[in-house]
Every structure is written in C-alpha cells, then in structure tokens.
C-alpha cells in the first residue's frame, strides 16, 4: 500500500482553510445517526469527545481509569504554547511553526505542524471560556513563560498544573455532554481489540476491569486517544496504567506504527533511587528557565561527593562545569529536551555524575535565588520543589536538585494521514498516540497544545467527512467481525489466565524496561539494538511459558490488566528496536552513536532518513514490512539544528 | 544511605462489593525509607503473586501526587500520617521499623468497596455531570484576553481548582460529606466572570446530586481541609453556602 | 414541594435551620444571663423575684418564650435528623480512626456535648420552670422599705400555710411604702445551690455549653455563608471568648456563688 497522507495542495499558510472547505458536512438532522466511539479520555479524547457530541454526534468514551479526568494529561506541568504573540517579542504562527519543525530536528511533516501552530491560537481562547484559571498578570491578561527550545514567550501555564487545568476544562465540557445525553462514558473499561469489517473500524472490544465482562461496541468511527507507550521502558513519567495496548491491537488489525523509536527521555527528572522504583517524576522543564544545570569539573570532585565527603556547596565556582551554557550560548540551559538529556547522560559517562548513584547532574537554583530571592522562587515553583522535597527529602532552596534524564513522550505511533486517519478507514487516533507533529523531538508545551488541536480543531472536520461518505447507516453488530474479534479477545485472556508460572509480569516488564533503557535509550549502536532485538524474543518466549497470573476473567483483576499490558509491550519493544536498527541515522531523540558531528551533536542523514518509517504487521511472529513516506520541505530549508 | 525496616500490615481485604471482607495481615520485611507507600504495597503483591495468592487491589496511576487516583486510608488519616500528601508521594521514611500500619478503603456509603481497597467514587462524576461546566461550545469564542480577569480572584479560582477529586475530605469527614469537593467546585467557576451565566443554577444542581448520592452532612470540624492532599480551604463551603442561599432565596434560575 | 420546603430538606437547608436556631440560642443565652446576673444583687432576691414574676406574666415575653422552647426543641430535633443522616453515609465504620490528628475533639462530639445540654436542660427547667409554676407549696416573700430609705429593705418570709398569696407589687400611699409579695423563686435556687453534687452538675454542663459553643457560634456563620476575611477573626473571637468562656463561667458563677458565698 502506497502512503497517501493527503496533505492538501497549496500555500502553507492557505493549506489548512482550503482542506476545511473541500470536506464533506453531515446533515445536521443527520448527525444524530453517528455513533462515535473515543477511546481514551485524556486532552484529545475529552475534547474530541464533547466537540464531536455538541455537533450531535452520538459519542461513547473509554478509559481504563475510574474518571475520565484521571488520564495522564492531569500530570502535564509546564504548560501549553500558543502562537498569540501577547508579549509583543515577534511570536507568529510561522515561528511556532518552525520552532516546532527545528525541534522536532526535521522529521515532521509541515503541513500537519502549520496546522498545529494555527489553531494553536484558538484552543487558548477555547480554555480561557470553559474557565481555565491560567496565571494572570496584576492587570488581569494571561501571562507567558519561555520554554526550552523556543526563545520568546510563548507559553500559558497554570503554576506547575497546566495539564491538570486544561483536561479539567475538557472534562467539564465533557461532562456537560454526558448531562445532555450526547455522550455515554464507560469508565474502568480497556479496549482489547478493534472490530474491523471490510477494511473498515466499526466497533471495539472492550473489557469491563470490574466485573470482566467482554464487550462489543459499534460505531461508524473509533478514535485512539490511548497516549504514548514510554511504559515499554517500566521506568518513565508516565502513569502506571498508560499502556500502549489499543495502538497495539489496531496496529495488529492493519494500523501502520510511525517512527516507534522516537521517544523523548526528558532532561529534569528526579533520578532513581533502587530496584523497588515503580516510576520516576519529572521536574517540569520551567525549572531551567532559572536553574542552572552543572557537574563538578573533574572525577576526583565527583566522587568525593558520591562518597558524601563533600558538599555541593563547597565547591567552588571555578570547579563548576556549567556544562549548557558554556557549550549552547545562546540557548544556555533552554536547549531542547534531547540537547539536554544527551549532555546529562556525557557527564555521567564522564565519571562526573553525583549522587549516590553518580547517575545525576545537579540543577541548581542558588543564583535565582539570590538574584529574585526566596518568596519569588517559591511562588514560581512552590509545588515543584515541594514534590522533589516528598520524594528525595532534600531541601531544593538549601542545596541543588539532583536530576537525571527519564523517558517521558513518545514522538512516534500510529501513523496517521493530514486528516488524522490511520491505515484502516474509520480508525482515527488522535494526541500522543499518533505519531504525527514532533518529528523526531517534541519541544517543551507542545504536547497539550497537539493533544487539544487533535481534539478539539481537527477531529470535528475530518471524521464528518468520513462519516458523509460511509452514510447514516446504523452499524449491524451481528456481523460475524464482532463475534469473531471478541473471541479473539477472550482467547487471548483465557491464555493469559492459563500462565501459572514462577516469575511476575512485573519482573518481566522490569527486565524489558532495562534492556529498552541500556540499548535503545539515549544512545543506540548497530551492535546494541540487534543484542537487544535478541533479548526481547527470549524475555517474550520466555514470557508465555512462565509468567504469573493469577484470578480469575470475572473479577476485578489488577494482574490480569498488567498482563495484558507487557505482553503488549514485549511485541512493541522488538519493533522499536527494528525501527532504532533500520535508521542509521541520528535525529532528535533518536541518537545513532555512529552517527554524530565532531561535537557530539545528532547527525542526520537527509538524504537517506528524511522520511517517516511506517510499519505493517503481517503476522505473529513475522517481521513487520517498512513502508516509507518521504517527508517534503517546501517551506524550510534542512539545516544542522544549532542552538549555540 | 538508607535504613531497611521491618512492617505489620493490617489490610482489608474484600473479594467483592457483595463479600463481607475482613483483615487480614502481612509481614512487608527490608522495605526502603526511599520507597514510597505504593512501592512497598507492590513489594508485598509480588510476594503475593509468586505465593498464587490474589495480590492487594487498590486504586492508583500517575504516582506523582495528581491524578487522584489513589486512596488508601492509613492508620486512622486518609492519605497517610503527612499533610499535603497523596498516598503516592507518601514515603516510607515517614513511618517506623517494627510499625504496625493498618489499611482501610475509603468508608462512605456513597463510595461502596469495589475489591480490597478499591472504591466507586462515580458519585463525584455525577455531581460535575450535573453542572459543573461553562456552557460553551467548541470555537465561537472570543479571544482569551477580551475576559481580564483580576489575579486575586484567578488566584483564588484556581487554589479551588486544584482539587484533584480522590475523596479524602469524604473519608476524612466523620459524616463523610462530600462539601468540601463539590465546593471546590463551585467555587471555581463562581469565582470567575466565565461562570456567572450559570452561576445560580449550577450550585443548586450540584448539591441537589451531592445529596441524592447519599453523602452526610457538614458540621465544619474542618478534617476535610486538614487531610486535602492539596489544601483545599474551608472557604469554599462558605462561598458554596452563601451562593446557595442566595440562589434559593433571591435568585430565579432553577435546576434545568 | 414548594421552594422553601425544597430548600429546607436539603442537606444545606437542614444545617442553615441548624445554624440560625443555635445563633437565636446564643441570642438568648446573652439576656438570661443578663437576668439571672440579679442573683448577685444582695437583697435577699427582691429583684431576682420580680424579675421572675415579670419574665412569667408579660404576655409578650411568654410568647417569645414559647418561640424560644420550639427553637431549642426544633435545634435538638434537627440534630437528631442530621445524625441519622450522618450515621447512614458511613454504615461501616474504620477500625482505627485519628480523628485528633485532623478537628478538634468538641467540633467532633456536638451531639453527645448538645445531649448533655439538652439533658441539664430537661433538669433545669423541671427544677426551676416547672416548680415555680406548679408547685403549690413554694413560699412567698413579702418585701417592705419605706420610700424614703429604699435601701432599707425589710424582708419578711411568708412560709406556706392554707393562707394562699398572690404576687402583689405596689406604694401603700398611707405608709408611704413600697411592697412587693413574690413567689420566692431565690430561696429555691439558694437551697438548690447547697447541694454539691447539683452546683458539680451545673458547672459540668456549662462547660458543656462552653465546648458546644467554641465549635457551634463559629459555625453558624460558616453555614450561613460568612467568611469574608475580615470579619472571620472577630467571629472567632466572639466564639471563642465571650461564648465560649465568658458566658459559660458566668453561668457557673451562679451556683458557685451560692454554695461557697451564701
């Protein structure tokens, strides 16, 4: 199959408008026929949700979590960029578009990323009117924040809470849908399967996680807003839950994954602290706007304070390796999230890692501190210095955080066309599930600005097209594709079920989690990937010979959920690492150690790697086809990033 | 760099809504000062787990003190022993070698045991459902800065809107009222100029379903603000109550 | 049902009758105890007894005393309702509940504390009330003093016989002399006021009310919606202080007074 992502013709800046224009309506009289369903009810599936649901569509949403507001969007801190140029510094919808195309190190498509910086404007407005409380300024207009990679003020934010505030405005809108009827939520209900009839989505399976029961849905159009995969790592910021077991199973049912190796380990993580570790917790990216990121000079000072037998105060200034801004001048510590984590990840290959562990760099806010004093730093990161006191009990004002990148976004996912349509007609996904707007590297306040683009700005247009197209026709559920795929379903619980073995699905995710994080984490090599690819299959054999289950399908089953996950993500693990293997380039997140400049920067190879690498199952066990789609720069022109 | 210690755990334990339930009890042996409250609770699952036996059920998901998803209430105080804390970010340190702690799930009428430590906090979904929005629709609206808004009161609307819905103020509460979460709630958008359309009618609905989900009643001994993992102030049930009365006896809008 | 009874059998409604009933409470505890201040006076309870007379008779003032009983009643009758209602929200209770390390123990325990108020309560007005009334074998007091030396009072205890007395309060012209005959309600209270073990009980209960009062003045007007910033510290105060403590021990003082100093 060819890959059409029917970006439309034309300017740029007309493209989107034009688009707009040419795709079919519903009869408002006929919306009401529809029937949507949206799994996942994060920042795109809630706004998609109650967007869809005001134009009269009938909506059901999913999520595996007891609230529709509990989906991981609720963590997002720093904030949500948007294109409106309140502070007057030369902010444009062309800038934010290029930042984002830059960051995301050239492995984006430009229509799709034009599109996102547009309507970025909108969704602010949109936030502001269900009542977002973003942080105001003394005259009562919205404030901004800088945020890494982009060097004017283009972010909204509400404290270190944004993602909470703007997901509790979708909910709101959601729930205000739910009130009218137009919506029906089932919480506490995964998705297992998509129910594809002659190549079309027309229902899901789903689970209900309280009393078992196996459920079939039909509906004339499915929505993936199931989030990113960085759980494949079992270490990362994401929630316990977030899974990729949705992508997954319509990536089985014919859904082409894009780019499954771009994952975003974030720089300022609080670092780990041992074995009994479930998740590690991010230190918003805001935090480097006034902290500053250093290492001690030399290994000899880095260990005496591994040892503890100094003090990060006692170092003195000219034994201090302000390592960002001496090697990025003009973007200092706000260099993009890959920059950052990858100079981390050198300083502790350098032997110059503090922290027991010596698998930390120091993030230090004494000069804010001095500079702004206490009360100011605190009114600006209060909640943050807070969870890094729960979490290390280190006082932030009195000494350095210690901090240490993690994996945090998964640029990659279900490939996805301009219109936001996977492979398979009818299946839409939508957020940081699909792998559509951040290249290889998604800058800081990118991710809910996409999330609610998807959601609220683009989804109502283009599943109407689709919809006029296939027609009202209500959805014959006794279609054998229904019967056949919920089999399929309790096929795969009941094998599950059937592991009795010796060893946890927790110690299998835990050993997966390494071997993702040493071979295809922030450095990958030709020889690493291909050990790992081999590790991965004897983890997974490995896997459904010996793995525990225990309980039963008709209860309340928190293993049998787990299960389900990791055995997901040990399929999801090896294409990763196909995907990492068959780019012998380095973009972005993705860093090829055979392929880097003379200073250790990303190299990319545009002229072999500038496309988007989409894979087809084909079947178990079989290797997955690579299909590529050439990625087309009419606007920007392909530069070494720099951000000295 | 961090001391081992030694627990006696006392959890409820309950198959189903239907099952009487009961304690039972658990060694938890090394456990980590850096672990937090979940990891330790995961180190006694696993044990479980290799044992065949049902692992410890309870509700959890972003670890990191904001999805709400967690509960737990923990030697007589939801959330555990600090201030300020989800169960989550709750760290071992925080606790003593050789400590009997014992578990409890959320107890409210309107909160009915799903398994273990597991409960059905829907009626808090109710509530919103029943006002707890702008009604505005997608696109339509004007530009973000026509609506200034002074920073006192965005402040104020916005410590409201921190709540992050896990239920503690009802556990806390000795009459498992839910004010201090619908509230909040209200508050939020009675506070700003975005919600005054709706004002009137939205606090009467809500309360109307916080009372038909059979929560108790407030007597203000304030446990609920003491116990909120993001300390939520007792000021909101003021303003949830003046904004009540004033809609019940000098307001028109009624419940749609 | 009509928008008032909707509104007053909803959970707020029920504590918004809770709240203005305890404020009309309080409200009443501040003029009885104005009245009963006459106990102090050294005249052998002249005015103390007129003033019962007075508070007994005056049409005006029975019928706000009659208002004042419903409302006492109807505060008790509310409280029952709510703990009911309470009690069913948690129909399982914990195992190990800290309820210290989160209120106050009084803000906790205003039922049993409210019980205990209610129960003196029921004492106290079967003791005092109900015997001035209905007690025939009460005595009477006969009060002389000439006008021109008012101070100079002449008490005379009229000790129950088959002679029946009525409350007489007037000037006899030709003596130039004011006299008053009045249930003698005084000697009731200072007799009653020798028994240790009824001035432990009253003292017990006024510590009761202060406890009761430290929680509930402050609440009131957090149910009724007022906490503006400015006024809160004014209102705790006044809870805190004058009805919580000041009031309370005035109230003891009574029955103190008079078994130590009479």
Partial sequence: MKLDAKIPEGPLAEKWSKHKFNLKLVNPANKRKYTVLVVGTGLAGASAAASLAELGYNVKTFCFQDSPRRAHSIAAQGGINAAKNYRNDGDSVYRLFYDTIKGGDYRSREGNVYRLAEVSVNIIDQCVAQGVPFAREYGGLLDNRSFGGAQVSRTFYARGQTGQQLLLGAYSALNRQIHEGKVKSYNRHEMLDVVVVDGKAQGIVTRDLITGEIETHAGHAVLLCTGGYGNVFYLSTNAMGCNVTAAWKAHKRGAYFANPCFTQIHPTCIPVTGDHQSKLTLMSESLRNDGRVWAPKTQEIAEKLRRGEIKSSEIKEEDRDYFLERKYPAFGNLVPRDVASRNAKEAVDNGLGVGSSGKAVFLDFADAIARLGEDTVRAKYGNLFDMYYQITDENPYKQPMRIYPAVHYTMGGLWVDYNLQTTVSGLYCLGEANFSDHGANRLGASALMQGLADGYFVIPYTVGDYLATIGPKAIDESHPAFAETKQAVIGRINKLLSLKGTRTVDDYHRELGHIMWEYCGMARTEEGLTKAKGLIRELREDFWKNAIVPGTNNEFNQSLEKAGRVADFLELGELMVDDALQRKESCGGHFRLESQTEEGEALRDDENFAYVAAWEYKADGAPEELHKEELVYENVKLTQRSYK | MSGHMNLTLKVWRQKSPQDKGGFVTYKADGISEDMSFLEMLDVVNEGLIKKGDDPIHFDHDCREGICGMCSLYINGRPHGPKRAVTTCQLHMRSFKDGETITIEPWRAAAFPVIKDLSTNRAAFERIQQAGGYVSVNTGGVPDANEIPIPKVIADEAFNSATCIQCGACVAACKNSSAMLFVSAKVSQLALLPQGQQERYRRVQAMVAQMDAEGFGNCTNTGACEAECPKEISLTNIARMNREYFTAKFFKEEEIH | ?262
């Fill in chain 3, 1 to 262: 049902m009509g928008n008032f009874s909707k509104t007053f059998s909803s959970s707020l409604g029920k504590k918004l009758i809770m709240s203005l009933t305890g404020l009309f409470i309080c409200l009443f505890l501040v003029v009885h105890l104005i009245g009963n201040l006459q106990l102090f006076k050294d005249d052998s309870g002249q005015a103390f007894n007129s003033y019962a007379y007075f508070m007994t008779h005056f049409t005006p003032i029975k019928v706000i005393s009659y208002i004042n009983y419903a409302i006492i009643l109807g505060h008790a009758i509310y409280a029952l309702i709510l703990t009911i209602s309470n009690r069913k929200a948690r129909p399982i209770g914990y195992a190990v509940y800290n309820g210290s390390a989160n209120s106050p123990w009084n803000s906790r325990n205003m039922g049993i504390l409210g019980t205990i108020i209610l129960i003196f309560l029921i004492i106290h007005m079967k003791d005092f009330l109900w015997e001035y009334h209905n007690n025939t074998s009460l005595p009477y007091a006969r009060y002389e003093a000439s006008l021109a030396d008012p101070q100079n009072v002449k008490v005379t205890p009229l000790a129950v016989t088959d002679k029946e007395y009525s409350h007489v309060d007037y000037v006899d012209p030709q003596s130039q002399t004011h006299i008053t005959v009045a249930k003698d309600l005084y000697k009731l209270v200072r007799d009653s006021f020798k028994i240790w073990w009824y001035v432990a009980l009253y003292v017990v209960s006024m510590v009761a009310i202060g406890f009761h009062l430290i929680h509930g003045f402050r609440s009131a007007f957090q149910t009724v919606g007022w906490d503006h910033k400015k006024l809160v510290p004014i209102i705790r105060f006044l809870g805190v202080w004058i009805f919580g403590i000041i009031i309370p021990a005035a109230f003891a003082a009574i029955p103190l007074y008079f078994f130590f100093c009479k």
